[in-house]
Structures are given as structure tokens and as C-alpha cells.
Nanobody, 125 residues
Framework: EVQLQASGGGLVQSGGSLRLSCTVPAFTFNHYDIGWFRQAPGKERERVACIDIPDGKEYYVDSVKGRFTISEDVAKKTSYLEMNNLRLEDTATYYC??????????????????WGQGTLVTVSS
């Protein structure tokens, strides 16, 4: 059973920062791309960011561009989501996931093969 382990969530004030971590089994890390999704209360799960593992290229949804940074540590088989200037609307349970990145000229998607458990991020005013 593939298990991705997300951690790092918590309570932070608006404008603050958090760093989420996702540890990935070696086989999964070496064969899939890693993404972060989130689901706010009463809303559908949405994409946040993705990293193309072989070349490290990053992809974001518009709402987090310039504030969030996705990265990878190949040696540790870990993906990070650095979140800065957090807003109230960033409050959600964040999930890491593994899949095969799909891109075209204007957009990206990550059909997910494996999900990690969520970590809750709460942004307060």
C-alpha cells in the first residue's frame, strides 16, 4: 500500500507562513509527479500546486501564485509546500498526492494515483 504522509498544518494568522511536508515512498517518488490539493469546508477539493519530479518544473493555480512555493528534496523523497502571506480563504485541509502531470499551453492537471492523508491549515484574522 502506497502511503504519502503530509504534515505541517496548523493555526496561523492572516499574513503568516507555514510549510507543509509530504514524505513519499521511494518508488512513488521516482515514478510520479507530486502535487498538493486542498479542500475547504463545504467546497470541492481543488488543485494547488504540482512539481514535475524529473525536471523540478513547478505549476500553480492562479490564487496561490507568488505566495506558495512547491519544492522537492530528492534525497529525502519529500515534497514541500511553502505557504506565505496566507489569507483567510487558504483555510482548508491540504492533501499531497502522486500522479502523472498533464500539461498544455495554458493549464495543468494531475490525475491522482495515490492520495496522502490531509493536514489542516487554519488561517485566522
Amino acid at each position: 500500500e502506497v502511503q504519502l504522509q503530509a504534515s505541517g498544518g496548523g493555526l496561523v494568522q492572516s499574513g503568516g507562513s507555514l510549510r507543509l511536508s509530504c514524505t513519499v515512498p521511494a518508488f512513488t517518488f521516482n515514478h510520479y509527479d507530486i502535487g498538493w490539493f486542498r479542500q475547504a469546508p463545504g467546497k470541492e477539493r481543488e488543485r494547488v500546486a504540482c512539481i514535475d519530479i524529473p525536471d523540478g518544473k513547478e505549476y500553480y493555480v492562479d490564487s496561490v501564485k507568488g505566495r506558495f512555493t512547491i519544492s522537492e528534496d530528492v534525497a529525502k523523497k519529500t515534497s514541500y509546500l511553502e505557504m506565505n502571506n496566507l489569507r483567510l480563504e487558504d483555510t482548508a485541509t491540504y492533501y499531497c498526492a502522486a500522479g502523472t502531470l498533464s500539461t498544455d499551453d495554458s493549464d495543468w492537471d494531475l490525475p491522482v494515483e495515490y492520495w496522502g492523508q490531509g493536514t489542516l491549515v487554519t488561517v485566522s484574522s
